[in-house]
T-cell receptor, first 110, second 113 residues
Framework: GEDVEQSLFLSVREGDSSVINCTYTDSSSTYLYWYKQEPGAGLQLLTYIFSNMDMKQDQRLTVLLNKKDKHLSLRIADTQTGDSAIYFC??????????FGAGTRLTVKP | DAGITQSPRHKVTETGTPVTLRCHQTENHRYMYWYRQDPGHGLRLIHYSYGVKDTDKGEVSDGYSVSRSKTEDFLLTLESATSSQTSVYFCAINPSVNTGELFFGEGSRLTVL
């Protein structure tokens, strides 16, 4: 996980936007992923972006990729209490070489 | 639901004992993985399999072995458990080698005393 870095905690108020940031080191990564983990559960894929894209939007989720700076972000609009979870950034060319960040714990306050 | 079940879900054992964790899938996917999750480290790959009897090591394979005698089952064995192997273990499958997305099981929490 050392090659992918994320801040460990983020706290927002319900209804605000959340932005979770990630930096990675492998410029040859083909895909970058965001996974969500709820308590006591496995990771669930939220979205992914191909490395030749700058942005991907999927309902309340917006992924931004700055390939030059190797920076990936996940924006959650209108954050709800159900969005409270740990969010993992991951990069990889194929699954045998996928690298995960340590995860950002998002807390949504009512 | 990706059809992945892990067993046992929780286990407490003593140092030096053997432990086997089982991952079972119902969808005949070729690629299966074992990860461990530890605070501050995210997920780290232990071993993976790309078919029956075809396995390879991941980043943190020392102290672990795997076997895959059937497509649907991928076993992770700790021959002699140590306290450093206390962790949550996740099995994953890859249904699409093109996009690389993984589907994870619910996890197996192992405590080695």
């Amino acid at each position: 996980g050392e090659d992918v870095e994320q801040s460990l905690f983020l706290s927002v108020r319900e209804g605000d936007s959340s932005v979770i940031n990630c930096t990675y080191t492998d410029s040859s990564s083909t895909y970058l992923y965001w996974y969500k983990q709820e308590p006591g559960a496995g990771l669930q894929l939220l979205t992914y972006i191909f490395s030749n894209m700058d942005m991907k939007q999927d309902q309340r989720l917006t992924v931004l990729l700055n390939k030059k700076d190797k920076h990936l972000s996940l924006r959650i609009a209108d954050t709800q209490t159900g969005d409270s979870a740990i969010y993992f950034c991951a990069e990889g060319d194929n699954n045998n070489d996928m690298r995960f960040g340590a995860g950002t714990r998002l807390t949504v306050k009512p | 639901d990706a059809g992945i079940t892990q067993s046992p879900r929780h286990k407490v054992t003593e140092t030096g004992t053997p432990v086997t964790l089982r991952c079972h899938q119902t969808e005949n996917h070729r690629y299966m993985y074992w990860y461990r999750q530890d605070p501050g480290h995210g997920l780290r790959l232990i071993h993976y399999s790309y078919g029956v009897k075809d396995t390879d090591k991941g980043e943190v394979s020392d102290g672990y072995s795997v076997s895959r005698s059937k497509t649907e089952d991928f076993l992770l064995t700790l021959e002699s458990a140590t306290s450093s192997q206390t962790s949550v273990y996740f099995c994953a499958i890859n249904p699409s080698v093109n996009t690389g997305e993984l589907f994870f099981g619910e996890g197996s929490r192992l405590t080695v005393l």
